[in-house]
């Protein structure tokens, strides 16, 4: 069972920058695919970013140019440098793998971005 952590959430203002963190228990040189997603109260969890093997990047168009997903294999830690941030940026995020067509979810961290 792969268990992935998160941190780094918090509440900050409109511009300012946050990064997320996300460890894998397995090594991520295994996962198919990583990937960030986040959830508004009351809406469907939605991709934000995402590393697949052998792919480009993948971004929301919501996010180009202001996130960036990156990878740290020694760590098998995957982050979410997010800057210039806004309000509608406010939502859960959530860490997501996929190793051997299973796919595995983290437990969260909020991000606020107030006005």
């Known amino acids: 069972q792969v268990q992935l952590v998160e941190s780094g959430g918090g509440l900050v203002q409109a511009g300012e920058t946050l990064r997320l963190s996300c460890t894998s228990s397995?090594?991520?040189?295994?996962?198919?695919?990583m990937a960030w997603y986040r959830q508004c109260p009351g809406q469907q969890r939605v991709l934000v970013a995402r590393?697949?093997?052998?792919?480009?990047?993948a971004y929301d168009d919501s996010v180009k140019g202001r996130f960036t997903i990156t990878r740290d294999t020694a760590k098998n830690t995957v982050y979410l440098q997010m800057d210039t941030l806004k309000p509608e940026d406010t939502a859960v995020y959530y860490c997501?793998?996929?190793?051997?067509?299973?796919?595995?979810w983290g437990q969260g961290t909020q991000v606020t971005v107030s006005s």
């Open positions: 397995e090594s991520i040189l295994n996962a198919v695919a």
């Open positions: 590393i697949t093997t052998g792919a480009p990047r």
């Open positions: 997501n793998a996929v190793y051997d067509y299973h796919e595995y």
